[in-house]
């Protein structure tokens, strides 16, 4: 924020703005997704709605509803002021994996998405995973330690979820701060580090 | 927006003049009520006053959609007419970028956010 001036604000002067960011927390149904926003953010989670009928023509069974309408689909996020000229927001992806329509308003200019997985229902995370693979957003496989997974596991579930060597898989618990700003942090080396690679 | 005979008018169905396409304008990009905005007199759409007056303090549109309880695609439109009326600015970190990287490609914006993170 180049020049800050409370008493000015005119409409005219783009370089007060801050900047805001976002990431994006994967994963499937319960695993967790709002609890891991929820632990590091600023505010409550809040919830926003998207209408089925906004981006209809990505949602793969339109023709079950009647008269495309009625459905609503919910995300929760977070924030995190990370300096007086820079928020980063945090957004969990709707629980269920059908509504692709909404991940593409989600993930479109994300630093990168954590891909949060509970080891006892892995396949719950392979909609998440192929979607940002295909995209070539950047993630990183944030495993939620519900039953005290141990970290020489993790290369199993790799192995599972035949995820490359280069993807970042981390232990964490998703009602610790200290453990998802380590997932954050994680992510966001991740994605300088591909910048770097070109 | 009162119609001459009183009657309400739902300002976010006028679309004209629009700079940019409604969908286009990022859930996190940043809404401030500029200072028309502030000094002009309560808006008599419910909806778009609690908005002017939420963003005194800049608010992402998936905010304003949470607090204002709209779904994202009625926050959007309101938004977009609001800056096309001069009321709120839209700092979209996309297009403050346009021309050069995205901000979430950007190796000095990624170090202020890792920074950031690791001072919380
Ligand atoms: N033991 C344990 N429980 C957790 C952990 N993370 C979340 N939970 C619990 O798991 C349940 C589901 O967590 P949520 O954060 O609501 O999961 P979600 O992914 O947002 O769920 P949906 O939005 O419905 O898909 C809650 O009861 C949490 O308290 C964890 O790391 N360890
Ligand atoms: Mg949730």
Known sequence: ??????????????????????????????????????????????????????????????????????????????????????????????????????????????????????????????????????????FVVALNAFNGIQEHDVEDVRDALQVGPEVPFVVTDARERESVKVVLVTLVEHAMSLIQQG | MAAPDGRRVRPYLATRGRTRPVQDIAIEALVSTTKDGRTRGADPEPERERILRLCHSPRSVAEVAAIVSTPLGVARVLVADLETEGLVRVADPHAAFAGSTEPARNLSVLERVRDGLRRL
């Open chain 1, 1 to 138: 924020m180049a020049f800050v001036d409370s008493e000015v604000s005119d409409g005219t002067q783009a370089d007060q703005d801050a900047l805001s960011v976002k990431i994006v927390v994967a994963g499937g149904f319960g695993v967790g997704k709002t609890t891991f926003v929820g632990a590091v953010s600023e505010i409550e989670p809040l919830r926003t709605e998207a209408l089925m009928t906004e981006a209809s023509t990505n949602v793969d069974d339109l023709s079950m509803l009647p008269e495309k309408r009625t459905t609503t689909v919910a995300m929760d996020f977070g924030r995190i002021t990370l300096a007086d000229d820079l928020v980063l927001y945090l957004f969990g992806t709707p629980g269920q994996n059908r509504f692709w329509f909404m991940w593409d308003d989600i993930t479109r200019g994300a630093i990168g998405a954590v891909v949060l997985v509970d080891t006892r229902r892995l396949a719950d995370c392979f909609g998440a995973i192929d979607y940002v693979e295909q995209r070539g957003i950047p």
